[in-house]
């Protein structure tokens, strides 16, 4: 049995929890986010809530997958050119930071070690694979492709706001993003080159 459709005026509410849980767990975690505050943010009630997501836990899952995807759909991989993967990730942290805190949070109180996510959650198949083919193409290093792509988006976080030496802002002048960009996909292009 599927549920039903939302009526516009449901979808709007389920939206707005959305938005104000996706802010309330980027900056307080799964632990130290209210049901509280989120339904106050998002002008509804607690059994709303409820009936969308059923608990705290299943709603911070939502918004988790939900933002997993954002990245894939945002900033496909491209394993050709995974220097320029690299800073549009770089610049992706910089528009949405609240999505890094979300994966933070996941690896700090659910997962601190292993993949982040379970087997059958993981959206890593394609970019895995793209990696792959441009190695057997000759145009990535050889390798496990998981060490690459997990090398790679470190890579890209360096500047991100779960650095532990400087968290990068979009408020910066941009000359110091260019900057950034260009180290980036310098270091990038090396690291993954072709031996």
Request: aromatic share 8%.
């Amino acid at each position: 049995m599927t549920d039903p459709p939302l009526t516009a005026r449901g979808a709007a509410t389920y939206q707005r929890i959305l938005d104000a849980a996706t802010r309330e767990f980027a900056e307080r975690g799964i632990a130290g986010a209210r049901i509280e505050r989120i339904v106050a943010a998002a002008r509804t009630n607690k059994a709303q809530l409820y009936a969308y997501f059923g608990n705290k836990e299943k709603l911070f899952d939502t918004i988790f997958s939900g933002s997993l995807e954002r990245i894939m759909n945002v900033v496909p991989i491209d394993a050709a050119d995974l220097a320029d993967w690299a800073v549009r990730l770089y610049d992706e942290y910089l528009r949405r930071p609240d999505l890094i805190r979300l994966a933070t949070w996941a690896r700090l109180e659910r997962r601190p070690a292993g993949h982040l996510v379970d087997e059958h959650d993981r959206v890593d198949d394609r970019k895995l694979r793209a990696i792959a083919d441009a190695q057997a193409a000759g145009h990535v290093r050889p390798g496990d492709p998981f060490d690459v792509m997990a090398l790679v988006i470190a890579m890209s976080m360096a500047w991100s706001p779960v650095s532990n030496v400087y968290a990068a802002t979009a408020r910066e002048p941009r000359e110091v993003h260019e900057r950034r960009r260009t180290l980036l996909r310098e270091s990038v292009r090396r690291a993954v080159a072709p031996d």
